[in-house]
């Protein structure tokens, strides 16, 4: 039972910072083509 849940939450946590890295990324593609300063600082905090 606790390699069942280990391995879920191991899972849940890969997700959601695989879904973060796409969404930092896209955010500062997105920034950075329409010319916003600092973009990458806005990607990474935002």
Same mark, same amino acid.
């Given at each position: 039972?606790?390699?069942?849940?280990?391995? $879920?939450? $191991?899972?849940?946590? !890969?997700?959601?910072? +695989?879904?973060?890295?796409?969404?930092? !990324?896209? !955010?500062?593609? +997105?920034?950075?083509?329409?010319? +916003?300063?600092?973009?990458? +600082?806005?990607?990474? !905090?935002?």
């Amino acid at each position: 039972m606790g390699r069942e849940v280990s391995r $879920t939450v $191991t899972g849940y946590l !890969t997700g959601k910072l +695989v879904i973060s890295v796409i969404c930092g !990324t896209l !955010t500062f593609v +997105v920034l950075a083509l329409t010319g +916003v300063p600092f973009a990458a +600082v806005i990607a990474l !905090t935002g």
